[in-house]
C-alpha cells in the first residue's frame, strides 16, 4: 500500500499533477491511446447524439419544449406541426398555450431530464446504468423536488416516458437515417392492423427493470396506448412525414455525427511539413512515408495551466475543510461507518449546490433549496437534525462559494 505524504501541501500535489498532466511526454501518450480507442469512440459519439436527437424530438413536439431552451442548437422539430405558443395575459386561450412556472425553465427541466439519464443509461455504452427498485427511489425524490416547483405530476411523468422511449429505441430499434452502425439493432418485423411494423423493447417505469414489446415506424410516433391526452401529436400520413420531416431530420443528425468525429479523430495533413532537413539525412528522410493524418495535440493544457493550479487545489482545500468541520459532529451522534459517507456527501453537495459547474448537466441544480436537498438526503436514510446542524457549520463556506460563482 503507497501513503500520501501528508507533509505535502495540496497546492504542491495539485502542480505535480498539472506538471505530470500537461507534459509532453504525457500528452502524446494520451494522444496514442486516443488514438487506439478510436474504432470505440466513434460508435459511442453516434449513440450519445442519437440519443440526445431522439429525446429532443420528443420533448420539442410533446412538451412543447422550445428549440432555444435546449444547450445545444437543435433543427425545428415541429415544422409542420401546430407550434404551441407561451402563454400572454388577455392574448392566448385556454388550453391553446403553454407557461413556465415562476423559478424554473425550460432549459432547466432538460438539464434535470438528460441528469436523469446519467442515472439510467451509460452516457457511452448502449447498456442499463441503473434499474430497479433503487433506481425508482431515487427518481421519485427527484420528482418530489420538482413538484414542489409547482411542476405538474403528470408533466414529470410524461418527461420521465420520453425519456424512456429514447432509451428503448436507441438501444432496441432502428430506422433508415436514424441508426448507428454498431449499436441500433436489426428489428423483428410485427404484423398489426396497420401493416408491418418493427418490434422493439423498452422498460416499464413502474420498476424501470421490466421490459415492454411495442410496435414502431417511426424515430418519433404517437400510437394508441402510448400517447397520453394533450402530450401527443396528432401524425401526418407516412409519406407525407417522411418528406416533411424525417428526410431532412435525418441529415441535420448525419452532419453533427459528421462533424462530431471528425473533430475527435485523425485530422488529415494536408500541407507538406515545412521542416529544415540536414544535408546529411536528408537522403535517408526522403525514403520515409511522411504521414498522412495527425491528431489533435491539446495545447490548450498549456494555456489553462495555472488556471487549473490554482481553481483545482482552491477547491481540494475548501473540501477538505468541510470534511474537518463535518467530522465533528458525526462523532457527537455517533454516526460510524458507511453512513459517515452520507452525510460527508451532503456537506459537500450543499455548499455546492449553486455553483456553476462547467457540466451543464448538474447546472438543473440552481433551482434546488435547502430543504429539497434535506428531502433528498432524508428519504437516503439521513437523521434531519445532523443535516440541519451540518448546515449550519458548513453555511459560511456555501456563502463563499456562492459569492464565486455569481461572479462567473
Not at 410524461?158 to 429505441?169: F, H
Not at 493544457?301 to 490554482?310: G, I, N, S, T, V
Request: proline share 4%; with cysteine; net charge positive.
Amino acid at each position: 500500500m503507497v501513503r500520501r505524504d501528508t507533509s505535502e501541501s495540496i497546492i504542491d500535489r495539485k502542480e505535480k499533477y498539472i506538471d505530470f498532466t500537461t507534459s509532453l511526454d504525457w500528452i502524446n501518450l494520451n494522444m496514442l491511446r486516443w488514438g487506439f480507442r478510436l474504432p470505440k469512440i466513434g460508435p459511442s459519439i453516434g449513440y450519445n447524439l442519437l440519443f440526445n436527437f431522439l429525446l429532443d424530438f420528443y420533448l420539442s413536439l410533446n412538451l412543447h419544449f422550445p428549440s432555444e431552451e435546449f444547450d445545444f442548437e437543435m433543427p425545428d422539430f415541429v415544422i409542420s406541426f401546430p407550434k404551441i405558443e407561451k402563454a400572454r395575459y388577455g392574448i392566448s386561450r385556454y388550453n391553446k398555450s403553454i407557461y413556465d412556472p415562476p423559478d424554473i425553465t425550460a432549459k432547466d427541466l432538460a438539464r434535470f431530464l438528460w441528469n436523469v439519464r446519467y442515472h439510467t443509461t451509460e452516457k457511452s455504452t448502449p447498456v442499463w446504468k441503473g434499474k430497479g427498485l433503487a433506481l425508482k427511489n431515487k427518481i421519485e425524490v427527484l420528482k418530489e423536488i420538482l413538484k414542489n416547483k409547482n411542476i405538474a405530476d403528470y408533466y414529470i411523468d410524461e418527461m420521465i416516458n420520453s425519456l424512456i422511449t429514447a432509451e428503448g429505441k436507441v438501444l432496441n430499434a432502428s430506422y433508415v437515417g436514424f441508426a448507428i452502425v454498431g449499436v441500433s439493432r436489426v428489428m423483428s418485423k410485427v404484423r398489426n392492423k396497420t401493416g408491418v411494423m418493427g418490434g422493439y423493447k423498452f422498460r416499464d417505469t413502474e420498476d424501470f427493470k421490466t421490459e415492454k414489446d411495442w410496435a414502431t415506424m417511426f424515430p418519433y410516433e404517437t400510437q394508441v396506448g402510448m400517447a397520453r391526452v394533450n402530450y401527443a401529436r396528432v401524425m401526418p400520413k407516412p409519406e407525407k412525414f417522411k418528406e416533411t420531416h424525417l428526410k431532412r431530420l435525418s441529415k441535420d443528425l448525419v452532419e453533427r455525427v459528421r462533424e462530431f468525429k471528425k473533430r475527435s479523430a485523425k485530422t488529415p495533413i494536408t500541407k507538406g511539413l515545412d521542416v529544415e532537413v540536414r544535408p546529411e539525412v536528408r537522403e535517408i528522410t526522403k525514403l520515409i512515408t511522411p504521414p498522412k493524418h495527425m491528431l489533435y495535440q491539446r495545447v490548450f493544457f498549456y494555456q489553462k495551466r495555472e488556471k487549473m493550479k490554482w481553481e483545482g487545489g482552491k477547491h481540494q482545500a475548501r473540501l477538505q475543510n468541510i470534511i474537518e468541520h463535518v467530522k465533528p459532529i458525526l462523532d457527537k451522534y455517533g454516526v460510524h461507518g458507511n453512513f459517515r459517507l452520507s452525510y460527508i456527501t451532503f456537506a459537500k453537495e450543499y455548499v455546492y449546490m449553486h455553483y456553476k459547474p462547467h457540466r451543464r448537466h448538474k447546472q438543473w441544480k440552481r433551482i434546488l433549496t435547502e430543504d429539497d436537498l434535506i428531502l433528498k438526503y432524508k428519504r437516503m436514510g439521513c437523521n434531519e437534525q445532523i443535516l440541519r446542524e451540518i448546515i449550519s457549520t458548513v453555511n459560511a463556506f456555501k456563502t463563499v462559494v456562492d459569492l464565486e460563482s455569481a461572479q462567473k
